[in-house]
């Protein structure tokens, strides 16, 4: 395959709205290339020897932290993580603050995960080094998008024409407005459904179908993305009872049937089983739940790769 | 002391006047408004080619004063409001401490009188430090010259609390003015609900909070007969229910900020938080409405909710931020470019609902040139072509979504009281 014709040399990833496709053709490309690496015996190269990343958190996070820390390692970076249990507000400092520090230790890519919309774009428009969003609130998680993407394309999906549902919490989910965004540029035909309370208002603009039922949302989809429900939601009044999530939205063997034969099953985790997805269903055939993890590491090494290396070769990977 | 306006086109609303004439002031009142006065004057100034229009009235501003002086405070606010062409701004009592005593009224007028540039009328709060929950001294405050009431800010939660001050303040001859956002849609929100809040994340406002909340204030002035003034009205469904009830004859008005006419909430898409403000900004189909409403006179006055913040409350994530922004020095540039050049309104109607309008729903002694009456006067050079640069500002909460909008239309001189505060965007010394 051709090299994509795309360079993401010193450009920070906020969202997946403004990547263009060939951007994510390459990132596919070098995700590939570093899921061989991955594989290896001896993982390290020493391709970003000398690169310094900071994981800064402002949120919970052990699967997305740890994926970005093994990336940066494998790749022979020196990685560091910042928890903050707080927000910035609360701690004291400013983010602005927060970000200059880390900016004066001569960092060369901040990954941040952060509990508010726009933050990422926000430590972007300060910091020199690269960001990388890991989340901001319920805008985006290019990451997560990206690592579903690549985990489609390995079952040899390419999206166009194709029906892809979301199922769950929309209204909250920064999963779904990454997946919505990428999906729609790439041709596919989106569906969500959920509780209508977790729908945001006017979703329609985005280009998907809304479906009152999962059921309509779900039949003959050749990918179904199973959304986390936040067991808070329930706690704030959002839907009646998780017995009732769970028998209505919830993805059980029965509604397996309604899917394509080869329907990818996805799951961002951490899983509840028995609300949003049942055990079976969890750990059927067509679940691809622990490859989006192995994809999560691959897409991030990538990721680091590209934007803090540029056009630069792999050190001759193979 | 004479001065001499001459030559100017003066279009005063209150005497249905649209025509070159010539104004003359003694003492701080107009003396004379005729085609051609010869009399001699210590100051002439030649207003050829330009608008002289009684002076702009803002009903809604927040100068911040006392307690929040690294927000703003009386002598930049209103430095920024005659830089602005406003020769008059109502103060909301959302101070610290919030303005709910007599006392407190005189404390605002004497600190206004002192370093003031223009006339600041008080709004004292409805509520005792506006917690929604015990009448403040509305009696007192009105018989000490408050202007109004309001718990601007805050929505009065409590629908037995609103009937109470409506009833209460009727005897006093005074206004409500109501901040209406059901309280508990504004906690969870942080802009409006819509295709871009879906896009970008935001947790939404939906715009019937507003709806809501307004439908039972008109129901409260239908049965007290109370004046109930609406601020800030941004969305379609309030506004038509306002229309309704005036149609019905209820004593209702409202206002319209200038965002409110001119920006939607693809401006928030940036998350900036020169965007955030309360009431959010809102759709095009709700801008449209606005502009509707003030056209047909549902909207009786235009303001700018100047709410300045200081720069470290502002430069925080969207959703930390504090609502609203500075407009004092925007908002004649932004409704004459945007308004007036689009050739939506016409410049009396603007005027009107700038000056004459806004002194009417108050009785306010203003808002005319009429001879014998106080020189507030705003003078206009409607095709003076400028670029909004917030860094100029005289307000200290420079943060303003207007910042880098090329304007065509600006007020080149305020006068208050007989004397010029402003002259060519130049402050005259106080």
Redesign the interface.
């Known amino acids: 395959m051709a090299k994509a014709a795309a360079n993401l040399s010193g450009k920070d990833i906020l969202d997946l709205a403004s990547l263009s496709v060939d951007e994510y053709e390459l990132i596919m490309q070098t995700a590939a290339e570093m899921k061989k690496i991955m594989k290896r015996d001896i993982k390290k190269v020493p391709s970003l020897r000398g690169k310094a990343i900071i994981n800064m958190f402002y949120e919970n996070s052990t699967r997305t932290r740890t994926s970005f820390e093994l990336a940066g390692k494998y790749l022979g970076a020196d990685v560091i993580n910042i928890s903050v249990a707080s927000?910035?507000?609360a701690k004291g400092e400013?983010?602005?603050d927060t970000l200059m520090t880390v900016e004066a230790m001569h960092c060369d890519a901040v990954v941040m995960r952060?509990p508010?919309?726009?933050?990422a774009?926000?430590a972007a428009d300060i910091l020199k080094p690269v960001v990388l969003n890991a989340g901001?609130?319920?805008?985006?998680h290019p990451t997560q998008g990206l690592l579903d993407m690549f985990t489609i394309r390995e079952h040899g999906k390419n999206f166009k024409g194709l029906k892809m549902a979301i199922i769950g919490d929309i209204?909250f989910s920064?999963v779904a407005?990454s997946n919505i965004a990428a999906w729609t540029k790439l041709g596919a035909d989106v569906h969500v459904a959920g509780p209508m309370t977790l729908m945001?208002?006017?979703?329609e603009?985005?280009g998907v179908t809304v479906h009152k039922r999962v059921e309509d949302a779900i039949e003959g989809a050749d990918v179904v993305d199973i959304l986390r429900i936040q067991l808070e939601r329930q706690k704030k009044g959002m839907f009646p009872t998780t017995r009732e999530y769970a028998r209505i939205y919830g993805i059980g063997e029965d509604k397996l049937k309604l899917m394509k034969p080869d329907a990818l099953i996805m799951h961002p985790g951490p899983m509840n089983r028995g609300l949003e997805i049942s055990w079976d269903v969890g750990y059927c055939d067509q679940a691809v739940i622990r490859e989006q993890v192995e994809s999560g590491v691959a897409v991030r090494m990538a990721l680091l790769f590209l934007t803090l290396m540029g056009g630069k070769q792999i050190e001759n990977a193979n | 002391m004479k001065t001499l306006i001459k030559n100017g086109r003066v279009v005063d609303p209150s005497q249905n006047l649209d025509a070159v004439m010539d104004l003359l002031i003694e003492d701080g009142k107009i003396t004379a408004l005729e085609k051609k006065i010869t009399a001699k004057a210590d100051d002439v100034f030649d207003a050829t080619g330009l608008v002289v229009a009684p002076g702009f009235i803002d009903l809604h501003t927040h100068l911040r004063d006392p307690g929040l002086e690294a927000k703003e405070d009386m002598r930049t606010g209103t430095m920024a409001a005659a830089a602005g062409g406003i020769t008059r701004v109502a103060c909301m009592p959302n101070t610290k401490p919030v303005i709910d005593s007599a006392v407190l009224v005189d404390g605002v007028k004497e600190r206004a009188a002192d370093v003031g540039y223009v006339h600041v009328e008080v709004i004292g709060a409805i509520t005792k430090g506006e917690q929604g929950k015990e009448l403040s001294e509305m009696g007192d405050m009105a018989l000490h010259g408050a202007m109004a009431f309001s718990d601007d800010g805050h929505y009065v939660d409590s629908a037995s609390t609103m009937l109470l001050a409506a009833r209460y303040v009727g005897a006093f001859n005074k206004a409500l003015i109501c901040h209406d956002i059901v309280t508990e849609f504004n906690k969870e929100g942080f802009m409006h609900?819509?295709?871009v809040?879906?896009?970008?994340?935001?947790?939404?406002i939906?715009s019937i909070a507003e709806d809501i909340a307004v439908a039972r204030d008109a129901i409260i002035a239908k049965y007290t007969g109370t004046h109930i003034h609406i601020a800030h009205v941004a969305s379609k469904g309030a506004l038509d229910i306002i229309r309704k009830a005036k149609k019905d004859g209820i004593n209702i008005t409202c206002e319209v900020t200038v965002h409110h006419l001119t920006l939607t909430d693809e401006a928030c898409r940036?998350?900036s938080t020169a965007t955030k403000v309360s009431p959010p900004l809102r759709s095009w189909e709700h801008v449209e409405a606005m502009r509707e409403g003030l056209k047909d006179g549902t909207i009786d006055a235009i303001v700018t909710d100047h709410a300045p913040h200081a720069p470290?409350e502002k430069?925080?994530?969207?959703?930390?931020a504090p609502n609203g922004f500075c407009g004092l020095e925007t908002s004649v540039g932004v409704i004459l470019t945007e308004l007036y050049h689009s050739k939506l309104f016409t410049i009396n109607e603007l005027v009107n609902k700038m000056s004459t309008a806004p002194a009417k729903l108050f009785d306010l002694d203003a808002g005319t040139l009429k001879v014998g009456k106080n020189a507030d006067v705003t003078v206009l050079d409607l095709d003076k072509e400028w670029v909004v640069d917030s860094s100029k500002f005289y307000t200290k909460g420079k943060l303003s979504p207007f910042n880098g909008k090329a304007c065509k239309g600006k007020a080149v001189a305020t006068m208050v009281d007989g004397k010029f505060v402003m002259k060519d965007g130049v402050l005259c010394k106080k």
């Open positions: 927000s910035s507000v400013c983010l602005r952060h508010v919309e726009g933050a774009r926000y901001d609130g319920a805008h985006a209204l920064r407005r945001p208002q006017d979703i603009a985005l | 609900e819509g295709a809040s879906a896009l970008i994340g935001v947790p939404g939906p940036t998350y470290e430069d925080v994530e969207f959703r930390y």
